[in-house]
């Protein structure tokens, strides 16, 4: 990735095996980050299910959640960032399990979790004053410990998609 300093776009979307993501740190001007990931299926084949078992042991044997977050906090230019599944898949994204990194990121202003029910906290929002969209379908925050009140540091919000909030969590 160091020969594209100027990159300002990018979708790395479905690299199931991708996990360490530290080159983009010299992507100093990215303003667009795209990282859906397959969906893990609700009634998987027998092929299906052997490989996400498999991709299941490979991301518990790496610290893939504390890399992607410290490379995504140096990313402080982003103003887009699409982590989940993509809307054209059903399903959910089980390798994203806390936003803290979005600290770092002052510039963003639409964020998507779309499918990422492991995601149970998003206070980390609040960091976020530029923020106008953000999509938190099908991510299991939890409404009764004031998950939301946290988008009321963010004035400039004018789009929240919440659909298939989980009913256990209302």
Not at 67 to 96: F, N, Q, R
Not at 105 to 114: E, K, Y
Request: hydrophobic share 40%; with cysteine; charged share 20%.
């Amino acid at each position: 990735m160091q020969g594209f300093p100027g990159l300002e776009e990018l979708n790395i979307s479905n690299c199931r095996k991708l996990v360490d993501i530290s080159a983009l740190s010299c992507c100093t001007k990215l303003k667009k980050l795209v990282m859906w990931q397959p969906a893990i299926h609700a009634n998987p084949s027998a092929a299906e299910r052997e490989e996400e078992q498999a991709l299941a042991r490979r991301w518990q044997a790496y610290p893939r959640m504390r890399l992607l977050s410290a490379s995504l906090s140096s990313l402080s230019s982003l103003e887009e960032l699409y982590l989940g599944t993509s809307p054209a898949e059903v399903g959910a994204c089980k390798w994203i399990t806390d936003i803290e990194f979005v600290r770092k990121l002052p510039c963003l202003r639409l964020f998507s979790l779309r499918g990422c029910d492991r995601v149970q906290d998003v206070a980390a929002l609040a960091a976020c004053p530029s923020l106008l969209v953000v999509d938190l379908r099908q991510v299991s925050y939890r409404l009764e410990s004031g998950g939301l009140h946290c988008l009321s540091s963010c004035p400039s919000l004018v789009r929240l998609i919440l659909g298939q909030v989980f009913p256990r969590h209302l």
